[in-house]
């Protein structure tokens, strides 16, 4: 789960980290209003939403008073972003984030995510603070270092050191990066975030390092032990169909292609769209119906499929194990008498209860191509929708 920056801060404030002061708002009169109680040469105003590349997209400006503010304001609430990250349908600017300006001495990038190759906590730094960080380490990457760290309740200063070398501080400052390094360690941990990047980290002029910008994501797994987190979840910024799939808990990610995948597990689920790739077609989406799906959970795993006006044919591809054949074809059924499935439909079923799905299906009276296996499924419904 994505949270905005905000939100981040936040957080990070809460557990000792230190940030800009700042305020937010869904509409210019508020954030005017609460924009007065900062003290600060420079208004900074940040456009709110799930993207990075907001600056090079207008989302971010400098202001030198109310007055400024308030035209910047009434400009960006509203308007379409279109960053790097958004793609070409952008995202609209629904809240509104201002904060104090500060001194920047010198700009760094840091980093903690989960290295699951590796099953460890990850640490990546940087002096290259403020850029794009995929841009310096294909032109740069001796600029980046990264420090795996093994799961513990704490973060040694051994490790800190290592992290923060790049950085060249001095003692002071130096200090407050460990100690930086240590927060942000334990938050990570305590929250079960599974990102949290800091670009750019800063040191002022006045030689304290403080966060400019903050990007946290969490485990949805872990969501329901942290309500508190849970609750910052904010909808408007996710896909409608990608919502509607958590209600039915479907693991759902919306694809640019045109076929539509149902498949149970998400390793089958990679492997078929791997083999719609390889016959020259594009998933439409990713879509693991689980092991125990029911034949309600079934019938509105297809309904998400159809809901995407992209999708010209569809994929079933079922593995039964835990997961009947015959709820799975059952489900089928009952979604397609709710709805005119106009676009080819290509069924493979194998494993627990084959034959009798493979009997529901060659009874209902439903326009489908029947598959021996996934070859033979991928070839079918390449075919069916040229």
Do not use: W
Not at 90 to 108: D, H, T
Not at 236 to 263: N, P, Q, R, T, W
């Amino acid at each position: 789960m994505n949270i905005h920056e905000h939100q981040a801060k936040q957080i990070l404030k809460k557990y000792g980290v230190a940030v800009p002061n700042g305020v937010f708002a869904h509409t210019v009169e508020e954030l005017i209003e609460k924009s007065k109680s900062l003290k600060t040469e420079k208004y900074i105003l940040k456009a709110q939403i799930h993207a990075g590349g907001r600056g090079k997209a207008g989302g971010v400006k400098i202001l030198s008073n109310i007055k400024e503010l308030t035209e910047a304001s009434k400009e960006m609430l509203g308007k379409k972003l279109i960053t790097h990250q958004t793609g070409p349908e952008g995202k609209v600017v629904k809240r509104l984030y201002v904060e104090e300006s500060s001194n920047i001495e010198k700009e760094f990038y840091l980093s903690c995510l989960v290295d699951r190759a590796s099953s460890k906590i990850a640490f990546i730094s940087s002096d290259q603070g403020g850029m794009d960080i995929e841009e310096v380490a294909k032109k740069n990457p001796e600029k980046i270092i990264t420090t795996k760290i093994n799961y513990s309740k704490e973060i040694s200063n051994e490790d800190c050191e290592s992290i923060i070398k790049i950085f060249s501080l001095k003692e002071k400052a130096k200090e407050q990066a460990k100690n930086l390094i240590k927060t942000i360690y334990k938050m990570f941990i305590s929250t079960d975030a599974s990102m949290v990047e800091i670009n750019p980290l800063i040191l002022t002029k006045e030689k304290n390092m403080l966060c400019l910008d903050a990007k946290v994501n969490f485990d949805d797994n872990a969501l329901f032990k942290h309500p508190e987190i849970a609750e910052l979840r904010d909808f408007s910024e996710e896909d409608s169909i990608e919502i509607e799939a958590s209600k039915h808990d479907l693991s759902y990610i919306k694809l640019d292609g045109s076929i539509g995948c149902m498949v149970n597990g998400a390793g089958l689920a990679m492997a078929t769209m791997d083999i719609i790739k390889l016959y020259g077609e594009e998933p439409a989406n990713f879509l693991d119906v689980g092991g125990g799906a029911s034949k309600e959970k079934v019938s509105a795993a297809l309904k998400l499929i159809l809901s995407d006006k992209n999708v010209k044919g569809i994929l079933i591809n079922i593995f039964g194990g835990i997961m009947r054949c015959d709820v799975l074809a059952q489900g089928v059924v009952d979604a397609a008498k709710e709805m005119d499935i106009s676009v080819p439909l290509v069924v493979r079923l194998a494993g627990t209860n084959f034959k009798e799905g493979k009997k529901i299906l060659d009874n209902s009276g439903l326009k489908l191509i029947s598959a021996e296996n996934l070859d033979d499924a991928a070839k079918k419904i390449v075919k069916a929708i040229k």
